[in-house]
């Protein structure tokens, strides 16, 4: 019997100023990992750019590259499946930010 495939937390993390290149996830052997949804959000004044991608090589693969309004919740719904190997990363600058990624992780085969 195949097992369900439930959403999980793929990273988290919250913090102030401004940070480029945080990982979140590494994609592992043996499983398929997919990404379902990206959350960010960030207080201050005017816009930001959020910036969630993967690398795997030598290849950045921007999965989100928006601008976004301070004080709203900023909402990204995927089906983007993560190569093995691959880091999902993040960038952003803010006087407070957050970001959420959720997604699936199944077993490959």
């Known amino acids: 019997m195949a097992a369900r495939a439930y959403t999980r937390s793929l990273g988290r993390q919250s913090g102030s100023g401004s ?7 590494t994609a592992q052997a043996g ?5 379902r949804d990206i959350s ?3 207080t201050g004044t005017g816009t930001l ?9 030598s290849l950045q ?8 309004l301070f004080d709203h919740i900023y909402h990204q719904e995927l089906r983007q499946v993560l190569p093995v190997g691959a880091n999902l990363m993040f960038g952003i600058a803010a006087d407070f930010w957050s970001i959420a990624v959720t997604g699936y992780v199944l077993l490959d085969g």
């Open 31 to 35: 499983y398929v990992t997919v990404i």
């Open 49 to 57: 750019q959020g910036n969630v991608y993967y690398t795997t090589g």
């Open 19 to 25: 940070v480029g290149g945080q990982l979140l996830y």
């Open 40 to 42: 960010m959000f960030a």
């Open 61 to 68: 693969i921007h999965l989100m590259r928006d601008p976004i």
